[in-house]
């Protein structure tokens, strides 16, 4: 496997470092403002409405050593698989990347500095989320296009 040069690894962490601290503030700012200005149990059917997900994806509940457990193990998976397929060649994937990881690392920090993961955007019967839901949602959605519909696969940094 041929490895990065030093040069290559700048550029990648000039145009990945960026975006991902910009998502992950986004998230982290927007979940203060709505524990600071909103309140738990007030819904409404499109807006805002605070809630705690003690869950997973959907509320789905397992125990908090689980949810690190499993949440570790995405990552480590995701990491090995970056490298491997060397995804950091290439912005799309690398925009995704950023994407994916602080959408990731959001909703992991809220859970080690709350115990919960803070939800607060409402659309109708869909249950509450996050800005950091957002960004894994749309990181599939981009990761997606590109397998589907890209024709150059790889486009160099």
Same mark, same amino acid.
């Given at each position: 496997?041929?490895?990065?040069?030093?040069?290559?690894?700048?550029?990648?962490?000039?145009?990945?470092?960026?975006? +991902?601290?910009?998502?992950?503030?986004?998230?982290?700012?927007?979940?203060?403002?709505?524990?600071? !200005?909103?309140?738990?149990?007030?819904?409404?059917? %499109?807006?805002?409405?605070?809630?705690?997900?003690?869950?997973?994806?959907?509320?789905?509940?397992?125990?908090? &050593?689980?949810?690190?457990?499993?949440?570790?193990?995405?990552?480590?998976?995701?990491? !090995?698989?970056? %490298?491997?397929?060397?995804?950091?060649?290439?912005?799309?994937?690398?925009?995704?990347?950023?994407?994916?990881?602080?959408?990731?690392?959001?909703?992991?920090?809220?859970?080690?500095?709350?115990? +919960? %993961? $803070?939800? +607060?955007?409402? %659309?109708?019967?869909?249950?509450?989320?996050?800005?950091?839901?957002?960004?894994? &949602?749309?990181? $599939?959605?981009? #990761?997606?296009?590109? #397998?589907? !519909?890209?024709?150059?696969?790889?486009?160099?940094?």
């Amino acid at each position: 496997m041929k490895m990065i040069s030093a040069k290559g690894f700048d550029r990648v962490w000039l145009f990945f470092g960026p975006l +991902f601290l910009l998502f992950l503030g986004l998230d982290q700012l927007s979940k203060w403002a709505a524990e600071r !200005f909103l309140r738990l149990g007030e819904s409404s059917d %499109v807006g805002f409405a605070l809630s705690h997900n003690t869950g997973i994806v959907l509320g789905f509940n397992l125990p908090l &050593v689980a949810i690190y457990v499993l949440t570790a193990g995405i990552l480590g998976l995701g990491g !090995f698989l970056v %490298v491997q397929n060397k995804l950091w060649q290439d912005r799309w994937h690398l925009f995704g990347l950023a994407l994916l990881l602080a959408g990731a690392i959001g909703n992991l920090v809220d859970r080690l500095h709350y115990g +919960f %993961v $803070v939800d +607060f955007i409402k %659309v109708y019967w869909w249950p509450t989320f996050n800005l950091a839901d957002v960004w894994i &949602v749309s990181a $599939v959605i981009l #990761f997606a296009w590109e #397998f589907l !519909f890209r024709e150059k696969v790889v486009e160099k940094l």
